[in-house]
């Protein structure tokens, strides 16, 4: 049995947003939170609508509409709003001169934006925009790094009533002008380059290759930020800062309906083109300012919330909206969190008061690399919330986490879900006891369920996560191919959505991941997750983090070959590959001893420090791997090839 590894104190407790709502609506304990919330999703709802001040400027004649069918569900129906409008107008009148944004680039350059000032910038370029052509429902590109022009961007396009995507800061030309196309963008807002480790990464030489592909463009918005110097064609191209010196600071947000859609954000598929998400601007703002106000706990007059993320993944759209709906202080970095030294994200904390720090896996494991000495060069007793999210933890870098990031008094707010759930299905709360690894239950108004193939519902043994009924944050399916959105989440069982991982519940009632079902590897008729094979390696001393994939077995159907990162002070040789197969066996069992160990430099990732698995399998079996625009180290494939 795990043991519980964190229990929050009284003072945790009580001074937490959740437990305020459960005093305000008579809940005497979790269980009752989550079955209230779950049992009437519609009076949940429209409390956190009210509880949250959303600001109206249509009051909603009903507040959930299933007459399309629970894939389609509509909420706050009627109603009209804008989300900007509560990210930005609506604090710039409460608190002018709070401070909404923080930036540090990666040469130490630190700028901020009180909401007074940052309202000032977004209306600005709302009416450059708008010179250019640009009405409700137009697309728009935003190609930034993690910069205050990527946020002031993001509201403009929202308050005008347009359609933004957000691109990944690290995309080849290729990926940029694939979601171009899709979404039919009128304008691309870029910068002339950003900087990654000591490097300038030239971003407008990639987007003018990317846009000789793209006949929807009409023009670039280019933004200075590291005046290096850049090909700039004056029939088509725009100074950020000269289209926005020659407008006035005054706009009106255009009201929208709730379910207007203002973001199409793309996931990467496994072959194809990426899936372009559409998310609307009432369920989306409700269901992630909720999620920030309760689950990482923000209090806007004292938390700086800093996720380390890009705008093209969804954790970037989640912290910009969450944070500043909910009136508090969002940070912001442009480089990588490892350079010049493996102290530099720690120093951001402490030069910051950074108190919600959000982080993966993957990061964590790759910086316990350098031990403990870089965090003990600074004062991290600011952090208390540490927010996860993007796959499941290992037990070993969980625990140091929780010891040596938070001092044991920060919990983990291990958090699931995606770009197509705009939000999270499974989370923690800061009034939760935690075991390693641990999800904890459903996220609050979400009916949440783990079942069999025959979809009952199982306790105690791995099954499908699924969703049993609609939520606001749900996408609104796929740009232009419903169909592909049906036949992705709604296949398999009536209004049921079906979302890919395998969870599992267990005595205690704590909800666990055990990776993508579609990441299932089948041995000889026995299903397992490739999360158990790399959480039994990752758990010996000499290994830094690691990948398991299912390959063709002619006599099992399945085995399993696995990728090893040895920690710096370790060498190869086979007797410690030996003790790796021993380490597994003794873990899973001699029926599912891998077929391979092998030992690489590097795992195939994405910015945000995912392992993309199928790409190894891919490398592996010298195959197809599909789309692979998410790599941040496509070298990495190589080295799969080549491992020994």
């Not at 690290?170 to 009128?186: H, L, P, Q, T, Y």
């Not at 197809?624 to 070298?635: H, I, M, W």
């Amino acid at each position: 049995m795990n043991k519980f590894v964190w229990e929050p104190s009284e003072e945790v407790i009580n001074r937490s947003n959740i437990k305020a709502f459960m005093d305000r609506h008579g809940i005497d304990d979790y269980a009752q939170l989550i079955e209230k919330t779950t049992d009437d999703i519609e009076w949940f709802w429209e409390t956190m609508a009210q509880e949250l001040d959303i600001q109206w400027f249509t009051p909603y004649e009903k507040i959930l509409d299933t007459s399309d069918g629970i894939p389609w569900a509509k909420w706050f129906v009627g109603g009209k709003l804008n989300l900007a409008y509560q990210c930005v107008d609506y604090h710039a009148q409460k608190t002018p001169n709070r401070t909404a944004l923080i930036n540090e680039h990666e040469d130490g350059k630190v700028r901020a934006y009180t909401y007074v000032e940052l309202l000032s910038e977004v209306n600005r370029l709302c009416n450059a925009l708008k010179n250019q052509g640009i009405e409700p429902g137009d697309r728009v590109g935003i190609y930034l790094p993690m910069i205050l022009e990527n946020v002031v961007a993001l509201l403009a396009v929202v308050k005008l009533g347009a359609i933004f995507t957000p691109i990944f800061s690290g995309f080849a030309a290729s990926a940029v002008a694939s979601r171009i196309n899709d979404c039919e963008a009128k304008i691309l807002i870029t910068a002339d380059g950003f900087y990654r480790k000591g490097s300038v990464i030239s971003m407008k030489a990639i987007a003018d290759e990317a846009i000789k592909k793209c006949p929807s463009i009409e023009h670039i918005v280019v933004c200075k930020n590291t005046d290096t110097e850049v090909d700039f064609n004056p029939d088509r191209d725009l100074w950020w800062h000269e289209v926005t010196e020659q407008v006035d600071n005054q706009f009106e947000a255009e009201p929208m309906d709730s379910e207007a859609p203002f973001m199409i954000a793309y996931t990467s598929g496994t072959t194809g083109k990426p899936k372009g998400v559409v998310h609307v601007h009432g369920g989306f703002l409700v269901k992630i300012a909720q999620e920030v106000y309760h689950q990482t706990d923000l209090h806007p007059e004292e938390d700086v919330l800093f996720w380390i993320t890009d705008m093209g993944w969804i954790m970037g759209p989640w912290e910009v909206v969450g944070g500043l709906a909910s009136g508090g202080t969002v940070f912001l970095y442009e480089g990588a969190p490892d350079y010049p030294g493996p102290d530099r994200l720690w120093q951001m904390v402490d030069r910051h008061n950074i108190s919600i720090l959000g982080v993966s896996p993957t990061l964590i494991r790759a910086l316990t690399k350098f031990g403990t000495e870089p965090l003990k060069k600074h004062n991290l007793s600011s952090i208390r919330i540490i927010g996860s999210t993007g796959e499941p933890w290992n037990p070993e870098p969980y625990r140091w986490c929780l010891e040596h990031v938070g001092g044991n008094r920060a919990p983990i707010i291990n958090i699931s879900g995606g770009t197509e759930v705009g939000a999270c299905f499974l989370s923690p709360l800061p009034i939760t006891p935690l075991k390693p690894c641990a999800l904890v239950g459903p996220s609050l108004g979400m009916d949440i369920d783990v079942v069999d193939s025959d979809g009952n519902s199982v306790r105690g043994e791995v099954g499908e996560l699924i969703c049993r009924k609609p939520w606001p944050g749900m996408t609104r399916g796929v740009w232009k191919d419903p169909q592909r959105y049906l036949d992705t989440y709604w296949h398999r069982w009536d209004n049921i959505w079906v979302h890919g991982d395998w969870a599992s519940i267990d005595e205690d009632g704590l909800w666990f991941l055990h990776g993508r079902s579609d990441d299932t590897i089948n041995i000889a008729g026995k299903r397992v997750g490739p999360a158990e094979f790399e959480s039994a390696l990752v758990e010996h001393p000499a290994v830094m983090e690691a990948a398991a994939v299912g390959v063709p077995h002619e006599l099992k159907g399945e085995t399993v070959w696995c990728y090893a990162v040895l920690k710096p002070d370790q060498t190869v040789n086979e007797d410690l590959r030996q003790a790796l197969f021993d380490t597994v066996t003794s873990v899973m069992g001699k029926a599912f001893k891998p077929g391979k160990i092998q030992f690489v430099n590097e795992l195939p990732k994405t910015r945000s420090a995912k392992i993309v698995r199928r790409a190894v399998r891919a490398a592996a079996l010298n195959e197809d791997p599909g789309d692979l625009s998410s790599l941040e180290n496509p070298s990495a494939l190589n080295a799969i090839q080549n491992a020994t």
